[in-house]
């Protein structure tokens, strides 16, 4: 499974910004997808979560602020971000735990990253 992030950029604070990710490759499902983040110095923290029946889960430094979304038929997953504040800046990575097909066999569930795009909140 790969993925490809987009969106992401330089945003004053209090703006919003929209990042995206789509899953391809050989997927048999995808259970869950999300968004972490990293900021310089910093260890990876989640950002928010979601699964293939719409559940979600935030962290709390986001609730009310980031919305997740998914299409489940595309293989993507959005983060729409909302009164972003300083704190906000971070690289950001897509993450999904997906069984892929390999010799025409699903296999054991397994953990992806994205590449990772940048977002800046300037104060």
């Known amino acids: 499974v790969q993925l490809q992030a987009s969106g992401g950029g330089t945003v004053q604070a209090g703006e919003s910004l929209g990042l995206s990710c789509a899953a391809s490759?050989?997927?048999?499902?995808?259970?869950?997808m999300g968004w972490y983040r990293q900021a310089p110095g910093k260890q990876r923290e989640l950002v928010a979560t979601?699964?293939?029946?719409?559940?979600?889960n935030y962290a709390d430094y986001v609730k009310g602020r980031f919305t997740i979304s998914r299409d489940n038929a595309k293989n993507t997953v959005s983060l729409q971000m909302n009164s972003l504040k300083p704190e906000d800046t971070a690289v950001y990575y897509c993450?999904?735990?997906?069984?892929?097909?390999?010799?025409?066999?699903?296999?054991?569930?397994?953990?992806?990253w994205g590449q990772g795009t940048q977002v800046t909140v300037s104060s």
């Open positions: 993450n999904c735990v997906a069984a892929d097909l390999r010799f025409g066999r699903p296999t054991l569930d397994l953990n992806y």
């Open positions: 490759g050989s997927i048999f499902t995808i259970r869950r």
């Open positions: 979601i699964t293939s029946d719409g559940s979600t």
